[in-house]
């Protein structure tokens, strides 16, 4: 059976809640995925976007209210020897593949070119 998790990498998430220039891009992107997908992030994603949103003294309910779309997915400790083991200069980056694997996500959406030139080999990266 094929999997049916997509990953956000945060980037993506950040177009899309503060409305980013590149935020139809990201629509198209998820409108061509399959109606069976699951879309899946980190609670480090989460993290981060709460950063954005408490600096830019946004009311936080938005990010919860947008973040109930989501499956939301775990790091554990092997997802961190994991990207320790396969660090390519953005240990952040590592942790998303590595977590993204573990769940048996199919792929990573997301718009840092690097994410795919570093992790491509490891994993799906569009």
């Known amino acids: 059976m094929t999997s049916n998790l997509f990953f956000l990498d945060t980037n993506i998430m950040l177009e899309m809640l503060f409305g980013r220039p590149q935020a139809k891009t990201v629509l198209k992107k998820l409108m061509s995925l399959p109606q069976t997908a699951v879309i899946c992030t980190s609670v480090i994603s989460i993290a981060t976007l709460f950063y954005f949103v408490e ?8 990010v919860h209210n947008f973040i109930e779309n989501y499956r939301l997915l775990d790091i554990n400790s092997d997802d961190y020897h994991w990207a320790k083991n396969n660090d390519m200069g953005d ?3 590592a942790l998303q593949i590595a977590c993204a694997k573990r769940h048996g996500c199919v792929s990573l959406l997301t718009l840092d ?7 491509g080999r490891h994993f799906t990266v569009s």
């Not at 600096?55 to 938005?62: A, G, M, S, V, Y």
């Not at 070119?113 to 992790?119: A, D, E, G, T």
Request: charged residues 45%.
């Open 55 to 62: 600096r830019e003294k946004i009311n936080k309910q938005t």
């Open 113 to 119: 070119k690097n994410l795919y030139r570093s992790y």
């Open 91 to 93: 240990f952040e980056d």
